[in-house]
């Protein structure tokens, strides 16, 4: 098993579908101050299925509103735009992520649980950090996993080798990823925001979710993002064979003032959250 080149790897980027056109026009239509409810509601509307998968989401324990969101406008209102970008994003990637994913030991929809467990931990502790942007944090821990859809393949190839790297050389999961493929999952799974024309911290906090300690364009969602994937790992769900050696930065609780007990209560409030099956379901 070679080393994959960069050129294989721009072109089953490139092979990826890109953002469905409505995602493009919600992410532009909630950055333009001047757009209301209603023209959201136009452009969700043409797709039947994003905006079933949107409402239930909303409706979820997660945003926990005593009553029902009957519309997309309802949702607007009670949700607000920011919030509502992030669960069309949500309701649009679900496809993708949703997939079994042999090469990283994840059954169907496994992946799709871990990145959804991910997006609600980083918003949770987005909060409890003061960070914001709670959409952002949800949006890049939401996608800090997309490389394993491109890499899957490979890795079915290879996994074999990077379990017995893990394991003889005691080493972390991603960097057994790297010596063995030549790349890792989040480097390009940042190729992968790049091509959706993410933010720059977006890209960043997904290609360094592993290493939250280099970042450097915004190094508190880089720690988000990283310290809810390991929440998600702690909590089981969704967990291949990169949760072996996963070890959280001390570092990134540090630069969000968070210990291990605040850690915990978080841990049991995305508990109570996922009673709610609803959450991760995509039908």
């Excluded at 996963?246 to 990134?252: F, I, Q």
Aim: glycine fraction near 6%; proline fraction near 3%; hydrophobic fraction near 45%.
């Amino acid at each position: 098993m070679g080393k994959i080149s960069i050129e294989a790897i721009v072109e089953a980027v490139n092979d990826l579908p890109a953002l469905p056109q409505v995602v493009v026009q919600v992410i532009k239509l909630t950055e333009d101050p001047d757009s209301t409810a209603q023209d959201i509601n136009r452009v969700l509307s043409q797709d039947q299925a994003i905006t079933a998968r949107v409402l239930k989401m909303a409706n979820s324990a997660f945003y926990g509103f005593p009553r029902r969101i009957g519309s997309i406008t309802d949702a607007i209102v009670l949700l607000g735009f920011r919030t509502l970008r992030s669960i069309v994003m949500a309701a649009s990637v679900s496809d993708i992520l949703v997939q079994e994913m042999p090469g990283y030991a994840l059954e169907y929809g496994e992946l799709w649980r871990h990145s959804q467990c991910t997006a609600m931990a980083a918003r949770l502790i987005a909060r409890k950090s003061k960070f914001a942007l709670l959409d952002l944090a949800y949006t890049a821990a939401l996608l800090h996993d997309i490389g394993k859809v491109i890499l899957n393949g490979t890795m079915q190839e290879a996994y074999r080798e990077v379990v017995a790297k893990v394991t003889d050389d005691n080493i972390s999961f991603i960097n057994a990823e790297d010596e063995i493929l030549g790349f890792n999952h989040a480097q390009v799974g940042a190729r992968v925001a790049e091509k959706w024309n993410l933010p720059p911290e977006t890209v960043e906090a997904i290609q360094l979710h592993h290493s939250p300690d280099e970042a450097k364009v915004n190094r508190r969602l880089t720690a988000i993002v990283h310290l809810a994937d390991a929440v998600c790992v702690a909590m089981g769900i969704g967990v291949g064979i990169d949760g072996m050696l996963y070890p959280m930065s001390g570092e990134a609780m540090q630069l969000l003032g968070l210990d291990e007990i605040e850690i915990e209560n978080i841990i049991s409030e995305l508990i109570d959250v996922f009673s709610d099956q609803q959450i991760f379901e995509i039908k």
